[in-house]
T-cell receptor
Framework: KQEVTQIPAALSVPEGENLVLNCSFT??????LQWFRQDPGKGLTSLLL?????REQTSGRLNASLDKSSGRSTLYIAASQPGDSATYLC????????????FGAGTTVTVRA | DAGVTQSPTHLIKTRGQQVTLRCSPI?????VSWYQQVLGQGPQFIFQ???????GRGNFPDRFSARQFPNYSSELNVNALLLGDSALYLC?????????????FGSGTRLTVV
């Protein structure tokens, strides 16, 4: 069974600092990995999708890397802003015939003004 | 374009009652998945439907059921509600039945069982 872990569970940083969020998974044979953002009590907003053949994906201030061999993905958010305060979740798909996202519990980020 | 639409946004039910949650996928998306998210945890997979057929079911009791309609919208039904069913229920749509394009989630339905 795929286990997805996100450490730390929470972090607080001053505005302008770069954020580094970690995601680890026990089974390295994944098909793709998706990062989401969740505001309190709200649904999930997709941030980045990384296919297993890719090493990284970028969108604006966001960059996600994937290292399958070590079972890790990292989400970098440059020059954090108070509006970046949210919970960030990663989720993996096992293979092309799989359709079930296996989620971590998320990292809750607070950016202090 | 409208995203994934879920209704209602909130509801309160009593133990033992039945509830129906609704989801409309993004136009053109043929797959709908349901997830349960308990406070402080990541979402847990309940069902996926593709082209009106059930593709998979998570580790949930038979009190949970779902269906997909010809227009690809979906309903999640939960019978004999328990206090532990209180959660945020999320619907996700995808273009096909494969995970190639990722998933888009709705805003969720907050269910409170009292």
């Amino acid at each position: 069974k795929q286990e997805v872990t996100q450490i730390p569970a929470a972090l607080s940083v001053p505005e302008g600092e770069n954020l580094v969020l970690n995601c680890s998974f026990t089974d390295s044979a994944i098909y793709n990995l998706q990062w989401f953002r969740q505001d309190p009590g709200k649904g999930l907003t997709s941030l980045l999708l990384i296919q297993s053949s890719q090493r990284e994906q970028t969108s604006g201030r966001l960059n996600a890397s994937l290292d399958k061999s070590s079972g890790r993905s990292t989400l970098y958010i440059a020059a954090s802003q108070p509006g970046d305060s949210a919970t960030y979740l990663c989720a993996v798909i096992k293979d092309s015939n799989d359709f079930k996202l296996s989620f971590g519990a998320g990292t809750t980020v607070t950016v202090r003004a | 374009d409208a995203g994934v639409t879920q209704s209602p946004t909130h509801l309160i039910k009593t133990r033992g009652q039945q509830v129906t949650l609704r989801c409309s996928p993004i136009s053109g998306h043929k797959s709908v998945s349901w997830y349960q998210q308990v406070l402080g945890q990541g979402p847990q997979f309940i069902f996926q439907y593709y082209e009106k057929e059930e593709r998979g079911r998570g580790n949930f009791p038979d009190r949970f059921s779902a269906r997909q309609f010809p227009n690809y919208s979906s309903e999640l039904n939960v019978n004999a509600l328990l206090l532990g069913d209180s959660a945020l229920y999320l619907c996700a749509s995808s273009l096909t039945g494969t995970p190639n394009y990722g998933y888009t989630f709705g805003s969720g339905t907050r269910l409170t069982v009292v």
